[in-house]
Each structure stands twice: as C-alpha cells, then as structure tokens.
C-alpha cells in the first residue's frame, strides 16, 4: 500500500508561469511533511518542509500548502525556472519515528 | 568534501556475488538510512539505525543486511545479488530532530 502518492509522474510548465505539485497521503497519523528535490546523478536535496500546525509554509519561490482533512498536500513555485526542472518527492513523517514515507516522484520540466 | 558519502558510485555485479555499499558521514547525526529508488516506486526504506547499537528493519529488508561501524558509518550488503535488486542506492542520515534528512549521492548497482 503507497501510503504517500504523487499521481502525476510528470510536469511541463512555461518559464515564469506557477508549477503546482501534488502529494496525497492515506495516514493520518502523518504530521510532519516534506518536499526534496532531485537532479539526475545526485541524492536528493531538501527543499521545504511543513508541520500538520500549518498549513501554509513559505521560503522564496517556493510554498507549501496542506489540507489535513484531504489529506493532500501542495508545492508551488513561482515563479518556474529553468533550473526548477527536476524530480521532486513528497514524504511524510509521523513525529517519534524519525523515518519518512516517500512518494514515487514527479518529474518537472520547465520550459524556457 | 561531501557530508555524506557513498561508495562506489556504480557497480555491476553478477547474480548470486555478495556486494557491499559503503556509506559514511560528516555531519555527526546519529541516524542512518538505507533506502532504495526504482522507477515508478519513489524511495523506500530498507534499513535503519538509530546509533551503533541500534537496528531496524524497513519496509524491505528481505535480502539485505546491515552493520553500522561506527557513528559515522553504515554499510549495506546483499548475500545473495539478485537481478530485482538492480536500482538505485541512497544513504542518509538525520539528527535527533528527525527534520529531514541528508541523502548521499547514491550508489547505482546493476545485478546481471
């Protein structure tokens, strides 16, 4: 059972324009939740994070939103870069376990 | 030099050879992560290790074993290579807030 999953494997956005990323999680128990992101031939990197107390998180070009009664959380950038372009991976936390779930990734291609 | 390094960074081996990949950190974080990434199936948590004399299993630890050195050392080994376990290798380690994690570059192993 995916218990974090990132429907759209894949996402073409114009230079400039808002790309929106979606995550959805299936346990409630959840409540600490972040976003890497990740070039080809490297690990992932940490880009944002957000607790269930919030449900907006903001750093620069990038915010993430959560609806804990969807159980669906959100990353925008905007606005795109060409540098943006990645694959980018929710995963969520339950606090005292110290291990994420992981989605399966979308990749973003943003167009110059 | 990198806070988190893997190695090899590839390898290809033959079914039924025993491998070992190597992990070791700088950051001074006690916690350590074996996950793997396939296509379509995101990052998933092999092993874990909360400091030198603590071991978890993950979500699929059948095939794999584990032996963590030191604080900053954490190898994972396959007995027994098998050709599903061709994929991508990631190492990570967090501190004792748990705030996301600091990944490797990855090891690429190709079981033939």
């Known amino acids: 059972d995916q218990q974090v999953k990132q429907n759209s494997p894949s996402l073409s956005v114009q230079e400039g324009r808002i790309s929106i990323l979606n995550c959805d999680y299936t346990n409630s128990m959840f409540d600490y939740f972040l976003w890497y992101k990740k070039y080809p031939a490297e690990g992932p990197t940490f880009l944002i994070s957000i607790s269930s107390i919030k449900d907006k998180n903001e750093d620069g070009r990038f915010t993430v939103f959560l609806n804990k009664s969807a159980k669906h959380l959100s990353l925008h950038i905007v606005p795109s870069q060409p540098g943006d372009s990645a694959v980018y991976f929710c995963a969520a936390s339950t606090s005292g376990t110290y291990k994420y779930i992981f989605g399966t990734g979308t990749r973003l291609k943003v167009l110059a | 030099d990198a806070d988190v390094t893997q190695t090899p960074r590839n390898r290809i081996t033959k079914t039924g050879k025993r491998i070992m990949l190597e992990c070791s950190q700088t950051k001074g974080h006690d916690r350590m992560y074996w996950y793997r990434q396939d296509p379509g199936l995101g990052l998933r948590l092999i092993y874990y290790?909360?400091?030198?004399?603590?071991?978890n299993k993950g979500e699929i630890s059948d095939g794999y074993s584990v032996s963590r050195q030191a604080q900053a050392k954490f190898s994972l080994s396959l007995e027994s290579a098998i050709p599903n376990q061709t994929a991508l290798y990631f190492c990570?380690?967090?501190?004792?807030?748990?705030?996301?994690?600091?990944f490797g570059s990855g090891t690429r192993l190709t079981v033939v």
């Open positions: 990570a380690t967090s501190d004792r807030t748990g705030a996301g994690y600091t």
């Open positions: 290790s909360f400091d030198v004399k603590d071991i």
